[in-house]
């Protein structure tokens, strides 16, 4: 967690709370125990980093790993909206009392399905899901915030226009949360910071936001004039502002994680004690919020954990994430005490279960995904290289991936073509969203890589621009993988053909990255050389803690980086010789 905000920076006027947009009436809410007991139990279903994935994500990304109970793991083919639709809402029966959230990245870096259209098909999805409210989570600002107040409030993008005739975008039906968001001139929230729903005298009270480090991991241009505060101070900030108003069940919805120590979907994080098993920003986090909040429902990470970490006073507390792309969902439960309209803290219980797909489709969401892949065909089915083998890239948990080195490479033959000086070309591992596997995800064929495929792969429409930096700035942005910002969870850059180093992680800090140990075409960096080097501008913005890059001179911004990507296949592949995957042996990594 990032240092706490001043006192005075969250000085904005409260909004009324917003009510609930389902709740009195609606047949899907009613009563648990009994409209006249003393306590009812209220189902909180939640999910996180959905990312637009509509269709089932391909790859090691739309697998879960199951523990089993001789220790074993099972791996299990997981998520599409279809299922997910269709697993939220046999979940919700039986359970009238049933409120669903979710824990930002619902857009943003998506596959072409849903990024072709700025998003606009997962909205629309989530509306039909009965989504009840959101928090943002730093993919919500790729576009900037006018881009997600449209996502809001609905209407045609102000550049694309409407994609369909006579239809016009509706926006999100469910309230997104920006509790820790503000215009830097006058401190308001850009977007409502709680909101409460209310179900035949309960009520519990949402807190959504992102995480403080939001601007480290978005491009700058997207966020100019807001300001991003301190994740502890906000939530209790506002859970006293819903206890004045008479709301004491408080969940904080918050887009920041932590890593359990297995993957395993039902992996036990509480052993051998209470949160245990996690570490990461999370436990910070939900170690300094207000005793009053409840539950934190959290994502960012893209791990599966269903945790009790004590809160201040000691106390476990459930704090959740359903890892990622609609692979699993969270089911809590949550005991309300209509005398104290408190929750029985004792009571909570949660669990996150696979969105499997043995199970039916929503035929709702089957019509939904048919409509926009009938807009998306003449572009998505089209082929633009040939590959000889998978390429893990998004999917891999290997430091360096052969997707990673291919991005690398294919920016460098852009950055040549305008610049033949450029010598190295360097990419963020964020920035890669998904692999490509040899076998077809449709009817191209196996080997084929279609554009809606390189799209999924490579969504942000980043440009690919050139910057003079010293052999000194390239040795201390490789240190900045393993430092600074990036010390608790490094951020290994892919590099081009030609850089070579060894990560040692024996060793701590920036000392994992010897300097001696750095190679360019085989000779050793020259610290007062000036080097051509390709990155994509949000790495030349200083995004992921490296600042070192955000230092170049002499800036050139080139084409976009999905170009360079297709044009580098067009260049280096055909049907009869397709592009063997590098061998990902650039980087020596020693453990």
Known sequence: ????????????????????????????????????????????????????????????????????????????????????????????????????????????????????????????????????????????????????????????????????????????????????????????????????????????????????????????????????????????????????????????????????????????????GAGDGISGPIVDIAKAVSPQVDALVTGHTHQPYACSIPDPSGKPRTVTSAASFGRLYTETTLTYDRRTKDIVRTSVKSANHVVRRDQPKAPDMTRLIDRWNKLAAPIANRPVGYISGDLPGRGSTALETPLGDLIADAQLAQGKSLDPKAVVALMNPGGIRSDLTHAASGAEGDGVVTYGEAFTVQPFGNTVNLVDLTGAQLVTALKQQVSGSNTASPRILQVSAGLTYTLDLTKAGADRVPADSIRLNGAPLDPNATYRVVLNNFLTGGGDGFTELGKGANMLVGGDDLKALTDYFAANSSATAPLAPPAADRITVVK
Request: glycine residues 12%; charged residues 25%.
């Open 1 to 272: 967690m990032a240092a706490a905000a001043t006192a005075g920076a969250l000085t904005a006027a409260l909004p009324a709370a917003a009510d609930s947009g389902r709740g009195e009436g609606d047949d899907r809410r009613g009563h648990g125990h009994g409209s006249s007991s003393r306590t009812v139990d209220v189902q909180l279903l939640s999910f996180n980093d959905l990312h637009g994935h509509l269709e089932p994500p391909s790859g090691s990304s739309g697998r879960v790993t199951e523990r089993q109970q001789d220790g074993t793991s099972k791996q299990i083919d997981a998520g599409g909206v279809e299922y997910l639709a269709t697993a939220l809402r046999t979940a919700r029966k039986g359970h009238p009392y049933s409120v669903t959230t979710a824990a930002g990245d619902l857009i943003g870096g998506s596959p072409m399905l849903s990024g072709l259209f700025h998003d606009e098909p997962t909205i629309e999805a989530l509306n039909e899901l009965d989504l009840d409210v959101a928090g943002v989570g730093n993919h919500e600002f790729d576009e900037g915030l006018t881009e997600l107040q449209r996502i809001q409030r609905g209407g045609c993008h102000p550049t694309a226009g409407c994609f369909e005739p006579k239809r016009k975008f509706e926006g999100a039906d469910f309230p997104y949360l920006a509790a820790n968001v503000t215009y830097e001139k006058n401190g308001r929230p850009v977007l409502p910071p709680y909101w409460v729903w209310k179900e035949k005298g309960v009520k519990i009270g949402f807190i959504g936001l992102t995480l403080e480090g939001t601007p480290d991991v978005v491009s700058a241009d997207g966020i100019k004039g807001l300001k991003f505060h301190d994740e502890v101070e906000t939530i209790n900030k506002y859970t006293k502002a819903l206890e004045r108003q008479g709301v004491k069940s408080i969940v904080a919805v918050i887009h920041e994680g932590g890593y359990p120590a297995s993957t395993s979907y039902n992996y036990d994080c509480d052993s051998p």
